[in-house]
């Protein structure tokens, strides 16, 4: 697991050079490797024994598709492939939360605070969002603020911080790419967003190992 989180930084670095200097092939070998890693951390945790695992290797997995769509740019329709992808991935990363059961209490309050950080997101992003984008956008906010929820409320019931910090690294990170795709396009997005990004999905793969360790 050490061995992958460590190629995952790697290979991020390598990314965000290949960001910065424009290439495109560096681009193209670097995000499928950093995004290969993750996915690898999580089989080395253990991911194929357990549901939990299954659920969040197929939320990596479908990750790892998202981010190969969301390589090429200005072509709104791989885009939005990308983002339907991601969004497969954030349900099942809540699946995985659900099994491990949620505390109720905890549910209801996150909720309410992710509600109002995703209205605020709609708001920010709404003057910006093209036409074919309208419903994708709200969906994607809605799903992964579910997904949030579910993993702030797994947290309470049966610990694994693992958990909170890749679901909320996720969604913070998805705000660079917001902001990116939509409002400034900068590299200074990419700076912050992608490091947050994988580690928030090394996080997730880390959890597994996490899982195995708790009490029944």
């Known amino acids: 697991m050490s061995f992958w989180s460590a190629v995952t930084a790697l290979a991020v670095a390598a990314l965000l050079f290949a960001e910065r200097t424009n290439r495109s092939r560096g681009l ?3 995000k499928p490797l950093a995004s290969t890693a993750f996915v690898a951390v999580a089989l080395k ?3 194929l024994d357990s549901g939990y695992g299954r659920a969040v290797l197929a939320g990596l997995a479908l990750s790892w598709l998202g981010d190969v769509l969301l390589i090429p740019r200005n072509r709104p329709r791989i885009f939005l492939a990308g983002v339907s992808s991601f969004l497969a991935g954030h349900v099942a990363y809540a699946a995985a939360f659900v099994l491990r059961g949620l505390d ?3 549910f209801a309050v996150i909720a ?3 509600g109002l950080a995703g209205v605020m997101a709609l708001r920010w992003l709404g003057p910006h969002v093209p036409s074919e984008m309208r419903l994708a956008v709200p969906a994607y906010v809605l799903v992964i603020s579910v997904m949030v929820v579910c993993a702030g409320a797994s947290f309470a019931a049966r610990g694994n911080a693992w958990i909170p910090l ?3 690294g996720f969604y913070l990170s998805d705000l660079s790419v ?3 795709r939509f409002v400034a396009p900068a590299f200074v997005n990419r ?4 490091p947050l990004y994988y580690a928030a999905q090394v996080a997730l ?3 597994v190992q996490a899982e195995r360790l708790l009490p029944d």
């Open 45 to 47: 945790a253990g991911a």
């Open 205 to 207: 793969g880390w959890s």
């Open 166 to 168: 890749g679901a909320v």
């Open 178 to 180: 917001a902001r990116d």
């Open 28 to 30: 193209w070998l670097a």
């Open 191 to 194: 700076l912050w967003g992608l």
């Open 112 to 114: 309410l605070v992710a």
């Open 104 to 106: 109720g209490g905890a």
